[in-house]
């Protein structure tokens, strides 16, 4: 039998430690996997899509309260949430939701792309229950790990958006949320009451923006810092976004048997508007990392 201060020095070892300071990016340098079927499988490299860095890491920061991403799409917006998802889930333990425009998507998103992240990440394979043990908290929409549970719901369940708790929340494809979960109104807002009781709340609104007037995403990223990456020239070291007209392509035209016209692109350079040197674009590149 331990003696009192024997188990005080064990809950200060292991209980009263200070949460971590590792930051998303960093987590998923060191612990993430891309699994099969992705463009590039493999140890996940946040230096291979470096536009992700600073939207991941302000899920950390301190005094940031919503974080919001307006990009285009197969850019890495699912592969983002999925280390923020890793990283709280096996560092700092809360209740998290990720939001999907409907019941049917989150399914989908938990079995495509939750599933093989817990399978093919060491460091969460043992932490969250397998989905077939009999276990009525353990489930496709929610599933336990020690500290907090992930819960999925679609935006047009209200019963889902209003369960319970939640310090972390992700809104995918916020543009294709319906105007009101039934007739609870907003998704987001009523997702959001959901965390007014967390200090170190934090939500995470993603979308490809549709229609210019109409878009969500658009809005909440203009009341926002409205950050942009931007690239530095090799050449003269000055900083730039990344635009269309500064691309060159290298391409050939060709015709399908059925008679229709396919442009082949052979290369992409980009053209720096200060030096005006130019510099090929990889085609493969990809926001999977």
Request: with cysteine; hydrophobic share 35%; net charge neutral.
């Amino acid at each position: 039998m331990k003696t009192g201060n024997e188990l005080w020095r064990f809950v200060s070892r292991r209980g009263l430690k200070p949460l971590p300071k590792t930051n998303v990016s960093e987590w998923a340098d060191t612990y993430a996997i891309i699994p099969q079927g992705n463009a590039e499988p493999g140890k996940w490299r946040t230096s291979r899509a470096p536009y992700q860095r600073e939207p991941m890491n302000a899920f950390t920061q301190s005094g940031i309260h919503r974080v919001v991403a307006m990009w285009a799409g197969q850019m890495g917006k699912s592969r983002l949430m999925l280390n923020v998802i890793g990283r709280f889930a096996h560092l700092d333990p809360c209740v998290i939701m990720l939001v999907q425009p409907t019941v049917e998507m989150a399914e989908d998103f938990s079995k495509s792309r939750i599933a093989p992240m817990l399978r093919d990440t060491r460091v969460l394979t043992n932490l969250f229950l397998d989905v077939k043990t009999r276990d009525s908290n353990n489930t496709i929409l929610s599933k336990i790990f020690p500290g907090g549970r992930l819960i999925m719901c679609g935006a047009n369940s209200p019963a889902g958006l209003a369960s319970r708790p939640v310090r972390v929340l992700l809104c995918d494809e916020v543009d294709r949320f319906p105007l009101s979960a039934g007739t609870e109104g907003d998704p987001v807002g009523l997702a959001a009451k959901r965390m007014t009781t967390f200090w170190n709340r934090v939500a995470g609104l993603f979308s490809t923006p549709t229609a210019e007037g109409s878009s969500r995403i658009a809005d909440e990223y203009a009341k926002g810092t409205q950050e942009e990456w931007q690239h530095q020239c090799p050449g003269c070291g000055e900083w730039h976004l990344l635009r269309h007209f500064d691309m060159e392509t290298d391409s050939r035209e060709t015709e399908n048997p059925d008679g229709a016209k396919v442009v082949i692109v052979e290369a992409v350079c980009w053209r720096c508007p200060d030096c005006g040197k130019t510099f090929e674009v990889p085609l493969n590149f990809t926001g999977e990392g």
